[in-house]
């Protein structure tokens, strides 16, 4: 036990880098510096450390990588695309998982100086961060100086809160800090992110119980999601509805295409790199003029070359997997949800439940999902979701437990009802 400590311990100071650098690397000058492989590199380091140091593996994360095995050789078989493609997509899709797993499967512990640190430095970058989208607000600039597109702005904004929350003591002032962080990205002026403050407002002040599927928050949620349309409605309207049968709204002829493409592939889909995702438009796959994509004369017109657009929204992607696929997709996110529901600790609650409906929201009209973007979202969310989450101090209310072994942690499959716990009382 007292080496399977120090193994935890290990664990969470890499962890701990790999938040550090990533702020900068994966967020901050991500596009600036135009090494835009930091993400995958960062990954493909964190998934070699936890292949050598973790004995036993989830169930799941083997039936996951399985999967993938078997849509690449899926994918080579119909040969829709070229076999570079497929690899690289390949590579572009498991990413997510990837990044949950890593930090769901390793036992981590994170030293209590070391929470300090990171509030310290959450703190440093969102000054930064508010400077800079200060800036491009005033100036009225289409990009963010440094960071680019506004979109990315604002998804900083969000991480940047989160980290700080998870690694605070979780107090009302730590709240209110998190909430300072929040508003920075109501500075991109982007739609979706109103959207997204105001879930995050609605879980981190207003929630005082857990959700349950009752009348009560069924009109509570109706309201919400009242209120977040009343903001985006514009782009929401003419994404899904009003806009369906414009020939160069790409998103709509994205979604339009998704059922007949799984229907036309049943029961597996059309296999990688040939719809809905940067590597179909990079390694241009002849779905699009063959599914009325030909009919597009927005950004000069669709062919090889000139497709970046494409890559502009997660759910058509799914069309790859086809029904067979979109099984194991739901049940994945099932058993989130369920795992979710048994957190004791308030902001971890709360903060899964916003990872998971930023998740949803954004990727609407975006494909933050396999992104950068998306990556520290699965990072975070693997952290909380862990089984031996209870070594994390911020899993326990207050978020200023004593520190504790794993030899005394003991039993952390056991009573998860511990009194210690204080079941949503923020």
């Keep these: 036990m007292i080496n399977a400590s120090k193994v935890a311990y290990k664990n969470g100071n890499v962890i701990y880098w790999f938040i550090l650098l990533f702020i900068p690397f994966g967020l901050f000058f991500y596009k600036y510096t135009g090494y835009e492989f930091y993400d995958e590199a960062a990954l493909v380091t964190l998934l070699a450390y936890m292949l050598l140091t973790v004995k036993k593996y989830p169930k799941e994360a083997l039936i996951c990588g399985l999967l993938f095995v078997f849509y690449i050789l899926y994918s080579l078989y119909l040969g829709l695309n070229i076999p570079k493609a497929c690899f690289l997509d390949m590579l572009q899709q498991a990413k997510?998982?990837?990044?949950?797993?890593?930090?769901?499967?390793?036992?981590?512990?994170?030293?209590?100086k070391k929470y300090a640190k990171i509030r310290k430095y959450v703190i440093a970058f969102a000054i930064f961060l508010f400077v800079l989208m200060a800036q491009r607000f005033t100036t009225r600039m289409g990009q963010i100086p440094i960071i680019g597109h506004p979109t990315f702005g604002a998804t900083c904004s969000f991480v940047l809160a989160l980290l700080y929350l998870l690694f605070s003591k979780q107090t009302k002032k730590d709240k209110y800090i998190a909430l300072l962080i929040m508003a920075i990205g109501l500075l991109s002026g982007r739609s979706k992110f109103y959207g997204d403050f105001i879930l995050y407002v609605f879980l981190f002040f207003f929630l005082k119980k857990k959700l349950s599927f009752n009348l009560k928050y069924l009109v509570v949620g109706a309201l919400v999601v009242g209120i977040v349309l009343i903001f985006t409605w514009e782009k929401f309207d003419y994404y899904f509805i009003a806009g369906m049968d414009d020939p160069n709204n790409i998103r709509a002829l994205l979604t339009k295409n998704t059922p007949v493409i799984m229907n036309e592939y049943f029961p597996f889909g059309s296999g990688f790199a040939t719809f809905g995702n940067v590597t179909s438009s990079d390694y241009f796959s002849p779905l699009y003029l063959s599914h009325g994509f030909e009919k597009v004369t927005a950004y000069g017109g669709l062919y090889a070359g000139n497709a970046f657009f494409l890559a502009d929204t997660f759910l058509p992607n799914l069309?790859?997997?086809?029904?067979?696929?979109?099984?194991?997709?739901?049940?994945?996110?099932?058993?989130?949800?369920?795992?979710?529901?048994?957190?004791?600790?308030?902001?971890?609650?709360?903060?899964a439940l916003f990872i998971m409906g930023i998740l949803f929201a954004e990727n609407l009209a975006d494909t933050m999902y396999m992104s950068n973007r998306g990556m520290m979202l699965f990072i975070l969310l693997g952290l909380i979701l862990n089984p031996q989450a209870e070594l994390n101090k911020f899993m326990h209310v207050g978020g200023n437990i004593k520190e504790r072994t794993l030899a005394q942690e003991g039993a952390i499959e056991g009573d998860r009802e511990n009194k210690e716990h204080t079941i949503l009382n923020s």
């Design 96 to 112: 997510p998982y990837i990044a949950f797993y890593c930090t769901y499967t390793m036992a981590i512990i994170i030293k209590d």
């Design 319 to 351: 069309a790859q997997y086809g029904y067979f696929g979109l099984i194991f997709f739901c049940a994945f996110w099932y058993k989130r949800w369920k795992e979710v529901k048994r957190i004791n600790n308030a902001t971890a609650y709360k903060t």
